[in-house]
Protein backbone atom coordinates (compact mmCIF):
# COMPACT_ATOMS: atom_id res chain seq x y z
CA UNK A 1 0.00 0.00 0.00
CA UNK A 2 2.95 2.52 0.74
CA UNK A 3 4.34 2.02 -2.72
CA UNK A 4 1.48 2.37 -4.12
CA UNK A 5 1.07 6.22 -2.44
CA UNK A 6 4.40 6.25 -3.54
CA UNK A 7 3.62 6.01 -6.96
CA UNK A 8 0.64 8.01 -6.83
CA UNK A 9 2.08 10.62 -5.14
CA UNK A 10 4.96 10.44 -7.46
CA UNK A 11 2.88 10.42 -10.20
CA UNK A 12 0.79 13.55 -8.84
CA UNK A 13 4.53 15.65 -8.68
CA UNK A 14 6.08 15.01 -12.32
CA UNK A 15 1.94 15.89 -13.22
CA UNK A 16 1.17 18.94 -10.97
CA UNK A 17 4.71 20.47 -12.35
CA UNK A 18 4.24 19.73 -15.87
CA UNK A 19 0.63 21.30 -15.84
CA UNK A 20 2.21 23.81 -13.78
CA UNK A 21 5.12 24.68 -16.04
CA UNK A 22 3.01 24.49 -19.54
CA UNK A 23 0.33 27.19 -17.78
CA UNK A 24 3.53 29.37 -16.80
CA UNK A 25 4.89 29.11 -19.66
CA UNK A 26 2.34 30.21 -21.46
CA UNK A 27 1.23 32.93 -19.20
CA UNK A 28 5.71 34.20 -19.63
CA UNK A 29 4.68 34.02 -23.59
CA UNK A 30 1.75 36.06 -23.39
CA UNK A 31 3.71 38.67 -21.15
CA UNK A 32 6.73 38.97 -23.33
CA UNK A 33 4.56 39.37 -26.62
CA UNK A 34 2.23 42.06 -24.23
CA UNK A 35 6.34 43.89 -23.28
CA UNK A 36 7.48 43.32 -26.70
CA UNK A 37 4.44 45.48 -27.81
CA UNK A 38 4.78 48.01 -25.23
CA UNK A 39 8.51 48.73 -26.21
CA UNK A 40 7.79 48.94 -29.98
CA UNK A 41 10.48 50.97 -31.61
CA UNK A 42 13.42 49.84 -29.09
CA UNK A 43 14.59 47.04 -31.03
CA UNK A 44 17.06 46.91 -28.26
CA UNK A 45 15.14 44.25 -26.95
CA UNK A 46 15.69 40.72 -27.59
CA UNK A 47 14.28 39.86 -30.77
CA UNK A 48 13.61 36.60 -30.38
CA UNK A 49 10.91 38.44 -27.98
CA UNK A 50 8.64 39.40 -31.62
CA UNK A 51 7.54 36.74 -33.71
CA UNK A 52 9.06 35.47 -36.78
CA UNK A 53 5.37 35.82 -38.73
CA UNK A 54 3.37 38.23 -37.46
CA UNK A 55 -0.49 36.96 -37.27
CA UNK A 56 -2.45 38.64 -40.05
CA UNK A 57 -5.22 39.11 -37.57
CA UNK A 58 -3.19 40.80 -35.01
CA UNK A 59 -4.43 44.48 -34.68
CA UNK A 60 -0.56 45.52 -34.04
CA UNK A 61 0.89 42.31 -36.67
CA UNK A 62 1.59 45.04 -39.53
CA UNK A 63 3.31 47.45 -36.72
CA UNK A 64 5.56 44.66 -35.35
CA UNK A 65 6.53 43.49 -38.87
CA UNK A 66 8.23 47.18 -39.27
CA UNK A 67 9.77 47.34 -36.23
CA UNK A 68 11.61 43.80 -36.88
CA UNK A 69 12.61 45.14 -40.18
CA UNK A 70 13.45 48.72 -39.95
CA UNK A 71 16.98 47.93 -41.43
CA UNK A 72 16.09 45.15 -43.51
CA UNK A 73 13.07 46.82 -45.20
CA UNK A 74 15.25 49.97 -46.46
CA UNK A 75 17.77 48.37 -47.28
CA UNK A 76 15.96 45.97 -49.81
CA UNK A 77 13.98 49.19 -51.11
CA UNK A 78 16.67 51.18 -51.69
CA UNK A 79 19.31 48.64 -53.10
CA UNK A 80 16.50 47.81 -55.41
CA UNK A 81 15.92 51.39 -56.56
CA UNK A 82 19.81 51.46 -57.12
CA UNK A 83 20.47 48.32 -58.89
CA UNK A 84 17.54 49.15 -61.53
CA UNK A 85 19.34 52.62 -61.25
CA UNK A 86 22.23 51.58 -62.73
CA UNK A 87 21.40 48.29 -64.94
CA UNK A 88 18.17 48.95 -66.36
CA UNK A 89 17.11 52.23 -68.69
CA UNK A 90 14.48 53.46 -66.00
CA UNK A 91 16.88 56.21 -64.76
CA UNK A 92 14.02 58.79 -66.05
CA UNK A 93 12.44 56.96 -63.17
CA UNK A 94 14.67 56.37 -60.13
CA UNK A 95 16.88 59.72 -60.37
CA UNK A 96 13.54 60.72 -59.44
CA UNK A 97 14.17 59.66 -55.93
CA UNK A 98 17.71 59.88 -55.73
CA UNK A 99 18.37 63.34 -56.81
CA UNK A 100 16.29 66.67 -57.05
CA UNK A 101 14.01 67.86 -59.86
CA UNK A 102 12.88 70.40 -61.47
CA UNK A 103 16.22 72.50 -61.90
CA UNK A 104 15.40 75.56 -63.85
CA UNK A 105 18.02 75.01 -67.12
CA UNK A 106 19.26 79.00 -67.17
CA UNK A 107 19.78 79.63 -64.02
CA UNK A 108 21.01 76.28 -62.45
CA UNK A 109 18.43 76.81 -59.52
CA UNK A 110 15.48 74.70 -58.46
CA UNK A 111 11.73 74.76 -58.22
CA UNK A 112 8.71 73.14 -56.51
CA UNK A 113 7.22 70.36 -58.70
CA UNK A 114 5.26 66.85 -58.26
CA UNK A 115 8.19 64.74 -58.91
CA UNK A 116 9.75 65.89 -55.43
CA UNK A 117 7.53 63.94 -53.93
CA UNK A 118 9.64 60.73 -55.18
CA UNK A 119 12.68 62.74 -53.63
CA UNK A 120 10.66 63.12 -49.97
CA UNK A 121 9.82 59.01 -50.08
CA UNK A 122 13.30 58.16 -50.65
CA UNK A 123 14.62 60.33 -47.89
CA UNK A 124 11.54 58.75 -45.45
CA UNK A 125 12.63 55.26 -45.86
CA UNK A 126 16.80 56.47 -45.64
CA UNK A 127 15.91 57.66 -42.41
CA UNK A 128 13.86 54.86 -40.81
CA UNK A 129 17.16 53.04 -42.07
CA UNK A 130 19.73 55.52 -40.62
CA UNK A 131 17.77 55.58 -37.06
CA UNK A 132 17.14 52.03 -36.45
CA UNK A 133 21.23 51.60 -37.68
CA UNK A 134 22.66 53.98 -35.64
CA UNK A 135 20.44 53.73 -32.76
CA UNK A 136 21.05 49.30 -32.41
CA UNK A 137 24.85 49.40 -33.80
CA UNK A 138 26.39 52.64 -32.19
CA UNK A 139 24.29 54.06 -29.71
CA UNK A 140 23.54 51.36 -27.78
CA UNK A 141 27.35 49.76 -27.89
CA UNK A 142 27.59 53.12 -26.57
CA UNK A 143 25.42 53.51 -23.80
CA UNK A 144 26.64 50.24 -22.43
CA UNK A 145 30.17 50.57 -23.11
CA UNK A 146 29.42 53.92 -20.45
CA UNK A 147 27.49 51.80 -17.96
CA UNK A 148 23.82 51.50 -18.67
CA UNK A 149 22.35 48.83 -18.32
CA UNK A 150 18.20 48.76 -18.70
CA UNK A 151 16.85 48.09 -21.35
CA UNK A 152 14.59 50.76 -21.45
CA UNK A 153 17.54 53.29 -20.61
CA UNK A 154 19.67 52.03 -23.40
CA UNK A 155 16.56 52.83 -25.80
CA UNK A 156 16.13 56.04 -24.32
CA UNK A 157 19.44 56.92 -24.55
CA UNK A 158 19.97 56.07 -28.18
CA UNK A 159 16.50 57.91 -29.13
CA UNK A 160 17.97 61.10 -27.58
CA UNK A 161 21.31 60.44 -29.40
CA UNK A 162 19.78 60.26 -32.52
CA UNK A 163 17.68 63.12 -31.97
CA UNK A 164 20.72 65.17 -30.94
CA UNK A 165 22.49 64.26 -34.11
CA UNK A 166 20.00 65.00 -36.30
CA UNK A 167 19.13 68.72 -34.52
CA UNK A 168 22.35 69.15 -34.58
CA UNK A 169 23.40 68.80 -38.25
CA UNK A 170 19.72 70.12 -39.10
CA UNK A 171 20.22 73.32 -37.11
CA UNK A 172 23.70 73.80 -38.09
CA UNK A 173 22.63 73.84 -41.70
CA UNK A 174 20.06 75.57 -41.53
CA UNK A 175 21.45 78.49 -39.25
CA UNK A 176 24.09 78.41 -42.17
CA UNK A 177 21.89 79.26 -44.90
CA UNK A 178 20.15 81.53 -43.33
CA UNK A 179 23.38 83.23 -42.07
CA UNK A 180 24.39 83.46 -45.93
CA UNK A 181 20.83 84.55 -47.17
CA UNK A 182 19.33 88.67 -46.76
CA UNK A 183 16.87 87.91 -44.39
CA UNK A 184 19.56 86.79 -41.48
CA UNK A 185 18.33 89.33 -39.07
CA UNK A 186 16.03 91.18 -41.33
CA UNK A 187 12.59 89.94 -41.06
CA UNK A 188 11.34 92.11 -43.89
CA UNK A 189 13.57 89.65 -46.35
CA UNK A 190 11.40 87.19 -45.30
CA UNK A 191 8.22 89.04 -47.79
CA UNK A 192 10.34 90.90 -49.55
CA UNK A 193 10.20 89.94 -53.70
CA UNK A 194 8.04 86.65 -52.95
CA UNK A 195 7.13 84.60 -54.30
CA UNK A 196 10.41 83.12 -54.06
CA UNK A 197 10.10 80.13 -56.18
CA UNK A 198 13.38 79.72 -57.38
CA UNK A 199 15.75 77.79 -54.63
CA UNK A 200 19.66 76.93 -54.70
CA UNK A 201 20.29 73.07 -54.65
CA UNK A 202 21.63 72.64 -51.03
CA UNK A 203 18.60 75.12 -49.73
CA UNK A 204 16.02 73.01 -52.02
CA UNK A 205 17.73 69.58 -49.94
CA UNK A 206 17.85 70.76 -47.19
CA UNK A 207 13.70 71.62 -46.84
CA UNK A 208 12.58 68.46 -48.47
CA UNK A 209 15.24 66.49 -46.25
CA UNK A 210 13.47 68.24 -43.33
CA UNK A 211 10.06 67.43 -44.46
CA UNK A 212 10.71 64.06 -44.99
CA UNK A 213 12.50 63.79 -41.35
CA UNK A 214 9.21 64.87 -39.91
CA UNK A 215 6.88 62.74 -41.69
CA UNK A 216 9.16 60.09 -40.69
CA UNK A 217 8.60 61.27 -36.87
CA UNK A 218 5.27 60.15 -37.54
CA UNK A 219 5.29 57.27 -37.89
CA UNK A 220 8.39 56.53 -35.24
CA UNK A 221 6.32 58.33 -32.99
CA UNK A 222 3.53 55.80 -33.36
CA UNK A 223 5.74 52.68 -32.82
CA UNK A 224 7.70 54.16 -29.89
CA UNK A 225 6.10 52.97 -26.06
CA UNK A 226 3.77 55.79 -26.12
CA UNK A 227 4.06 58.33 -23.52
CA UNK A 228 1.71 60.71 -21.82
CA UNK A 229 2.35 63.67 -24.01
CA UNK A 230 1.31 61.88 -27.41
CA UNK A 231 -1.38 63.21 -28.21
CA UNK A 232 0.66 66.80 -27.91
CA UNK A 233 3.50 64.67 -29.64
CA UNK A 234 1.23 63.87 -32.45
CA UNK A 235 -0.35 66.87 -32.87
CA UNK A 236 2.65 69.00 -33.20
CA UNK A 237 4.26 67.00 -35.72
CA UNK A 238 0.92 66.96 -38.07
CA UNK A 239 1.05 71.13 -37.73
CA UNK A 240 4.84 70.83 -38.02
CA UNK A 241 4.54 68.95 -41.50
CA UNK A 242 0.70 70.92 -42.57
CA UNK A 243 3.60 74.27 -42.31
CA UNK A 244 6.05 72.64 -43.95
CA UNK A 245 4.16 71.50 -47.22
CA UNK A 246 2.39 74.53 -46.86
CA UNK A 247 5.08 76.74 -46.72
CA UNK A 248 7.03 74.83 -49.67
CA UNK A 249 4.24 74.58 -51.79
CA UNK A 250 3.55 78.90 -50.97
CA UNK A 251 6.60 79.64 -51.56
CA UNK A 252 7.38 80.61 -47.85
CA UNK A 253 10.39 78.32 -47.49
CA UNK A 254 12.33 81.63 -45.90
CA UNK A 255 10.16 82.13 -42.63
CA UNK A 256 10.21 78.21 -42.71
CA UNK A 257 13.61 77.98 -42.69
CA UNK A 258 13.99 80.57 -39.68
CA UNK A 259 11.21 78.51 -37.87
CA UNK A 260 13.19 74.84 -38.44
CA UNK A 261 16.68 76.66 -37.24
CA UNK A 262 14.81 77.80 -33.82
CA UNK A 263 13.20 74.21 -33.17
CA UNK A 264 16.42 72.03 -33.69
CA UNK A 265 18.72 74.05 -32.30
CA UNK A 266 16.56 73.77 -28.55
CA UNK A 267 16.10 70.32 -29.42
CA UNK A 268 19.81 69.34 -29.95
CA UNK A 269 20.23 71.17 -26.26
CA UNK A 270 16.92 69.26 -24.95
CA UNK A 271 18.45 65.98 -26.17
CA UNK A 272 22.12 66.41 -25.20
CA UNK A 273 20.73 67.13 -21.30
CA UNK A 274 18.46 64.09 -21.49
CA UNK A 275 21.93 62.10 -22.79
CA UNK A 276 23.69 63.13 -19.58
CA UNK A 277 20.77 62.40 -17.11
CA UNK A 278 20.73 58.66 -18.88
CA UNK A 279 24.70 58.45 -18.60
CA UNK A 280 24.95 59.41 -14.43
CA UNK A 281 25.93 63.00 -14.63
CA UNK A 282 23.53 64.85 -12.51
CA UNK A 283 25.34 67.91 -12.59
CA UNK A 284 26.13 68.50 -15.82
CA UNK A 285 22.64 68.20 -16.28
CA UNK A 286 21.36 70.24 -14.09
CA UNK A 287 23.46 72.57 -15.89
CA UNK A 288 22.16 71.41 -19.72
CA UNK A 289 18.83 71.86 -18.15
CA UNK A 290 19.70 75.83 -17.63
CA UNK A 291 20.71 76.18 -20.77
CA UNK A 292 17.68 74.45 -22.20
CA UNK A 293 15.29 76.72 -20.34
CA UNK A 294 17.19 79.75 -22.02
CA UNK A 295 17.09 78.44 -25.41
CA UNK A 296 13.66 77.83 -24.79
CA UNK A 297 12.61 80.69 -24.05
CA UNK A 298 14.73 82.64 -25.99
CA UNK A 299 14.23 80.49 -28.87
CA UNK A 300 10.67 79.59 -28.79
CA UNK A 301 8.99 82.19 -27.07
CA UNK A 302 10.68 84.96 -27.98
CA UNK A 303 12.19 84.97 -31.58
CA UNK A 304 9.35 82.45 -32.38
CA UNK A 305 6.64 84.98 -31.50
CA UNK A 306 9.10 87.61 -33.39
CA UNK A 307 8.10 85.61 -36.62
CA UNK A 308 4.71 85.24 -36.04
CA UNK A 309 3.91 88.95 -35.41
CA UNK A 310 5.88 89.62 -38.14
CA UNK A 311 3.93 86.92 -40.33
CA UNK A 312 0.62 88.98 -38.90
CA UNK A 313 1.35 92.55 -39.77
CA UNK A 314 4.14 92.74 -41.95
CA UNK A 315 3.69 89.95 -44.71
CA UNK A 316 0.25 91.69 -45.90
CA UNK A 317 1.98 95.57 -45.90
CA UNK A 318 5.11 94.31 -47.95
CA UNK A 319 2.96 91.13 -50.36
CA UNK A 320 -0.09 92.52 -50.75
CA UNK A 321 -3.24 90.09 -50.90
CA UNK A 322 -2.69 89.12 -54.48
CA UNK A 323 -2.06 86.83 -57.44
CA UNK A 324 1.67 86.58 -59.26
CA UNK A 325 1.58 84.97 -62.64
CA UNK A 326 4.57 83.22 -64.81
CA UNK A 327 6.32 86.02 -65.52
CA UNK A 328 6.74 87.48 -62.20
CA UNK A 329 6.16 90.72 -62.83
CA UNK A 330 2.66 89.90 -64.18
CA UNK A 331 0.45 90.73 -60.87
CA UNK A 332 -3.25 91.12 -60.85
CA UNK A 333 -5.63 91.58 -57.41
CA UNK A 334 -7.06 88.49 -55.85
CA UNK A 335 -10.78 89.88 -56.98
CA UNK A 336 -9.85 90.13 -60.48
CA UNK A 337 -8.32 86.52 -60.75
CA UNK A 338 -11.55 85.26 -58.84
CA UNK A 339 -13.80 87.54 -61.78
CA UNK A 340 -11.44 85.89 -64.69
CA UNK A 341 -12.69 81.98 -63.58
CA UNK A 342 -8.72 81.51 -62.83
CA UNK A 343 -8.38 77.99 -60.78
CA UNK A 344 -6.70 79.10 -58.15
CA UNK A 345 -5.65 75.67 -56.67
CA UNK A 346 -4.85 74.57 -60.08
CA UNK A 347 -2.55 76.55 -61.59
CA UNK A 348 -0.52 77.22 -58.26
CA UNK A 349 0.42 73.40 -57.93
CA UNK A 350 1.39 73.90 -61.51
CA UNK A 351 3.85 76.38 -60.81
CA UNK A 352 1.87 79.03 -63.05
CA UNK A 353 0.23 81.15 -59.73
CA UNK A 354 0.73 82.00 -56.41
CA UNK A 355 -1.90 83.62 -54.84
CA UNK A 356 -1.53 85.17 -51.29
CA UNK A 357 -5.28 85.77 -50.06
CA UNK A 358 -6.73 86.36 -46.45
CA UNK A 359 -7.41 82.92 -46.26
CA UNK A 360 -4.21 81.78 -46.74
CA UNK A 361 -2.71 84.00 -44.43
CA UNK A 362 -4.98 82.98 -41.80
CA UNK A 363 -4.35 79.37 -42.46
CA UNK A 364 -0.58 80.23 -42.09
CA UNK A 365 -0.98 82.30 -38.43
CA UNK A 366 -3.69 79.91 -36.99
CA UNK A 367 -1.23 77.19 -37.68
CA UNK A 368 1.95 79.12 -35.95
CA UNK A 369 -0.52 79.77 -33.06
CA UNK A 370 -1.22 76.17 -32.67
CA UNK A 371 2.32 75.61 -32.36
CA UNK A 372 2.82 78.08 -29.93
CA UNK A 373 0.44 76.68 -27.65
CA UNK A 374 1.76 73.06 -27.50
CA UNK A 375 5.10 74.45 -26.48
CA UNK A 376 3.42 77.08 -24.06
CA UNK A 377 1.48 73.51 -22.39
CA UNK A 378 5.65 72.02 -22.68
CA UNK A 379 7.08 75.30 -20.72
CA UNK A 380 4.66 74.85 -18.11
CA UNK A 381 6.03 71.34 -17.23
CA UNK A 382 9.66 72.99 -17.89
CA UNK A 383 8.86 75.62 -15.19
CA UNK A 384 7.86 72.69 -12.84
CA UNK A 385 11.39 70.95 -13.40
CA UNK A 386 13.15 74.52 -13.12
CA UNK A 387 11.80 74.53 -9.64
CA UNK A 388 12.85 70.76 -8.77
CA UNK A 389 16.15 71.86 -9.52
CA UNK A 390 16.67 75.25 -7.73
CA UNK A 391 15.04 73.46 -4.51
CA UNK A 392 17.99 70.43 -5.20
CA UNK A 393 15.59 68.21 -6.78
CA UNK A 394 17.74 66.88 -9.61
CA UNK A 395 16.43 67.43 -13.29
CA UNK A 396 14.13 64.39 -12.98
CA UNK A 397 11.20 63.61 -15.28
CA UNK A 398 7.48 65.25 -14.20
CA UNK A 399 5.45 61.93 -15.47
CA UNK A 400 6.45 58.37 -15.86
CA UNK A 401 7.38 57.78 -19.36
CA UNK A 402 5.62 54.03 -19.54
CA UNK A 403 2.74 52.93 -20.85
CA UNK A 404 -0.25 55.19 -22.37
CA UNK A 405 -2.29 57.74 -19.80
CA UNK A 406 -5.15 59.46 -20.42
CA UNK A 407 -3.77 62.35 -18.15
CA UNK A 408 -2.23 64.70 -20.47
CA UNK A 409 -1.14 67.50 -17.73
CA UNK A 410 2.39 66.77 -18.23
CA UNK A 411 4.77 66.31 -20.86
CA UNK A 412 8.45 64.66 -20.49
CA UNK A 413 11.27 66.87 -19.75
CA UNK A 414 14.01 64.39 -17.97
CA UNK A 415 13.17 60.61 -17.44
CA UNK A 416 14.39 58.84 -14.41
CA UNK A 417 15.78 55.33 -15.41
CA UNK A 418 17.17 54.84 -11.96
CA UNK A 419 14.87 51.31 -11.95
CA UNK A 420 13.39 49.60 -14.69
CA UNK A 421 10.41 46.92 -14.09
CA UNK A 422 11.56 43.77 -14.74
CA UNK A 423 8.20 41.97 -15.38
CA UNK A 424 9.70 38.84 -17.52
CA UNK A 425 12.04 37.99 -15.11
CA UNK A 426 9.42 37.73 -12.19
CA UNK A 427 7.48 35.61 -14.51
CA UNK A 428 9.83 33.55 -14.95
CA UNK A 429 11.30 33.14 -11.26
CA UNK A 430 7.22 32.52 -10.46
CA UNK A 431 7.26 29.87 -12.72
CA UNK A 432 9.99 28.12 -10.89
CA UNK A 433 8.82 28.69 -7.50
CA UNK A 434 5.39 27.80 -8.16
CA UNK A 435 6.86 24.26 -9.62
CA UNK A 436 9.08 24.34 -6.20
CA UNK A 437 5.90 24.08 -4.26
CA UNK A 438 4.46 21.63 -6.25
CA UNK A 439 8.00 19.51 -5.87
CA UNK A 440 7.39 20.17 -1.98
CA UNK A 441 3.88 19.28 -1.79
CA UNK A 442 4.36 16.14 -3.67
CA UNK A 443 7.46 15.10 -1.40
CA UNK A 444 5.29 15.49 1.43
CA UNK A 445 2.75 13.05 0.64
CA UNK A 446 5.58 10.62 -0.08
CA UNK A 447 6.75 11.36 3.70
CA UNK A 448 3.24 10.97 5.53
CA UNK A 449 2.64 7.17 3.42
Not at 300 to 328: N, Q, T, W
Request: proline letters at 3%; hydrophobic letters at 45%; one cysteine or more.
Amino acid sequence: MAAVTTQSASTLKKSAIASRKSTGISSLTHRKSSATLALGSTRVSSMESFPKTPSPASPNALVLYFVKNQITLPIYLVGALILVHVVLPFQHITSKFLYLSHRVEHSGLYVKGPDDVYFVFFWVVAFTFIRAFTMDYVFVPFARFSGISSRKGLTRFAEQAWCCGYYGLSGSLGTYLMYNSPYWLNTDELWLGWPHRELKHMFKWYYLVQLAFWLQQIYVLNIEERRKDHRQMFTHHIVTCALLIASYNYCFTRVGNAVLCLMDIVDSVFSAAKMLKYLGHQRLCDIMFGVFILTWIIGRHVLYMKLVLSAMYDSPKLIGYKCFFEPLDDVISVGDAISNGISNKTRMWLGEEQCFTEIVHFSFIFLLWVLQGIMLMWFYMIIKVAVRVLSGGGADDSRSDGEQDDDDDSTEVFEDEKAEPKKMDDAEAEIDDEATLVDAAADAVELSS
